[in-house]
């Protein structure tokens, strides 16, 4: 096959986007006629695939009785009973939350909520956080403040809020020092030296992705950290942020992805597989800890916006939620991990390129390197992530290939993460095109 010819025109001469017509399931079709699969969930949302008509008539309704009562005029049966899913579906005292309209403001209204903890029961001089190196919380400046993403801080540096960096948790590049067993625990030492460094009166909480998304690839906490991770917090009075917003919601097998971990933080964050795209959603969960803290001091949270508890983003995530309850959908996303991984290996097999396999459920990254052995990565320079891209685009393949996982600079990494209902042969076709598409990379720039 001649790769170039893959490409769309506008692809490849100009770097424009095609202009996406219309979608059903897992297909979306551009106006020239071009058909994609759905890979990644365009970046991890779109859970139960695209043009539900359950969902689109949930919001239809909605629409036709209010579309938006204002949070702090009104209560509203959607806001209500979408409250009461995720208390359900939650468990273990995280019974409150604040909802907004996605996932940066999910993290900045969950470091307001510590913020505010702290300030409510004497404890002021807790303002900083700390938060690890690759790791992403969102665009909004408190998010970004605290996310380690080197290519997407650097044209704001200096107006950050005040966060305090530990390394990654990755048993496949753990810290210095440390093996794939013990990278748990160094990690662990690490937060809790770094905690001691700072003084324990000055760190309100700690933020962490329990499975890193598109910062570092998908990739998982090793064994034990969380538990290890809350009783440190706990024992120096620092709250536990788990920002789930795209690895939560049932993306990665259990619908709080720390579940797995045997571990229920103070605050989590959620959004893009809550409402599955149909409307913007989020929510900044906490506990009752948390909320009987803020309520005793000040009434409520000091955190909201216009949008919050929006009515028909709510009605929409309900409809999403019942979909993806009655269907059995997370407990399918769970029970697919292990083939998706195999289908990788197996698609990707005989390639020296390819350096790990790993994540949860529907949340599969494919690390590439330039040596295996040693695990170094390609040079920045290359840009296989943005090629890969480019080429599996062309192939009829949306995936989510993302750079810089190793040191912020180098590293390429191709995420799949596809609908909770995507079928078996979808599935399939996803892989083939993903691996179709590395391989002619590869090819193309002199790597295979």
Known sequence: MNASATLPANIHSTGQLPKVAWAKGCYLHDVDGKVYIDGSGGPAVYCIGHANAEVNEAIRVQLDRIAHGYRY????????????????????????MVFVTGGSEAVESALKLALQYQTAIGAKSRRKFIARERSWHGNTLGALGVSGFLERRTAFEGAFIDAVRVSPANIYRPISGATAESAGEASARELEEAILREG?????????????????????????????????????????????????????GTWRALEKDGVTPDIMTVAKGLAAGYLPLGAAIYSDKVSAALVAAHGAPMTGHTFTGHTACCAAGIAVQKI??????????????????????????????IGDIRGRGHFIGTELVADRKTRK?????????MKIRQQALGNGLICYPVGGNVD??????????????????????????????????????GFA
């Open 408 to 445: 912020g600079v180098n590293g390429d990494v191709v995420i799949l993460a596809p609908p909770y209902n995507a079928s078996d042969s979808e599935l399939a076709e996803m892989v083939d095109k993903m691996a179709t598409s590395i391989r002619q990379v590869l090819a193309r720039e």
């Open 73 to 96: 005029n009104f209560t509203t049966d959607a806001l209500e009973e979408l409250s009461e899913i995720i208390r359900q579906r939650c468990g273990g005292g995280l019974n409150h």
């Open 377 to 385: 990565p390609f040079d920045a320079a290359h840009k296989l992530y």
């Open 200 to 252: 324990p009166q000055s760190i309100a909480a700690f933020i962490f992705e329990p499975v890193v998304g598109a910062a570092g690839g998908c990739v998982p906490a090793p064994d034990g950290y969380a538990k290890r991770v809350r009783e440190i917090c706990d024992r120096h009075g620092v709250l536990m942020i788990a920002d789930e917003v795209m690895c939560g919601a049932g993306r990665t």
């Open 324 to 353: 993806v309850a009655r269907e059995n959908l997370v407990e399918r996303v769970a029970k697919n991990e292990t083939k998706l991984k195999v289908m990788i290996a197996e698609a990707l097999s005989g390639i020296d390129a």
